[in-house]
Structure formats: structure tokens, C-alpha cells
Nanobody, 130 residues
Framework: QVQLVESGGGLVRPGGSMRLSCVAS????????MAWFRQAPGKEREFVAG???????????YYADSVKGRFTISRDNAKSTLNLQMTNLAPEDTAVYYC????????????????????WGPGTQVTVSS
């Protein structure tokens, strides 16, 4: 079993930046995919960004079009950590952000499928408001 804990949420002004972190514990060794999803009030949960890691290499990150160029994810496999650096934040980025983990290394569009992730963190609130 894998446990996930997100941190770094809060209130930020439009145009500001924020960094989220997700620490995974438990059975994280081996190939895996880690990703960020978010859910705004009254909306469905949606994919934000993710990346996979296998025995041989780390695959290129994959981003939702809405955050491409503004958000950057990074992994520290030694610490089982996935970070999300968010810049130029807008009110529409307001949501609860969730970290997700799968013990399978997915690529591309596969990263965006919520049903493929069995482990989820409790989420962290990000509010973008002036």
C-alpha cells in the first residue's frame, strides 16, 4: 500500500506562484507514475500534470493544456517526492489539488486517466484570489 501526503497549498494573488509537494510512503520502489489532479468547486476532478519512472529512466512530464508553460513538475525518486511548481496563477486555478500514485509506468495520455490511479492523497487547497 502507498500513502500520499500533499503540502504547500494556501492563498495566493493572481499572477503569483506556489509550490506543492507530495511525499509517497510505502511500496513505492520500482516503476510507477505520479501525477497531480485538481477539482474545483462544482466541477469534476481533472488531470494537471504527471510523470512516470521506470527502472531504466524517467519519462518526460505530461501536462494538461490549461497549465502548459505555467506549471512544472519534478520528481525526487530517492525521496519519493513529486513537486508541482505553479507560476502565473489565475483564479481558475483555484481547486483542491490531489496527488496520485500508480505502480505502473504510464505514458502520455495514459497519465491523465484517474481510473488508473489507485492511491490518492487527501488533497491540498489552492486559492487564487486578490
Amino acid at each position: 500500500q502507498v500513502q500520499l501526503v500533499e503540502s504547500g497549498g494556501g492563498l495566493v494573488r493572481p499572477g503569483g506562484s506556489m509550490r506543492l509537494s507530495c511525499v509517497a510512503s510505502g511500496r513505492t520502489v520500482g516503476s510507477n507514475t505520479m501525477a497531480w489532479f485538481r477539482q474545483a468547486p462544482g466541477k469534476e476532478r481533472e488531470f494537471v500534470a504527471g510523470s512516470s519512472s521506470s527502472r531504466w529512466n524517467d519519462d518526460s512530464p505530461y501536462y494538461a493544456d490549461s497549465v502548459k508553460g505555467r506549471f512544472t513538475i519534478s520528481r525526487d525518486n530517492a525521496k519519493s517526492t513529486l513537486n508541482l511548481q505553479m507560476t502565473n496563477l489565475a483564479p481558475e486555478d483555484t481547486a483542491v489539488y490531489y496527488c496520485a500514485f500508480s505502480p505502473v509506468a504510464y505514458k502520455g495520455v495514459g497519465l491523465t486517466r484517474m481510473d488508473l490511479f489507485k492511491n490518492w492523497g487527501p488533497g491540498t487547497q489552492v486559492t487564487v484570489s486578490s
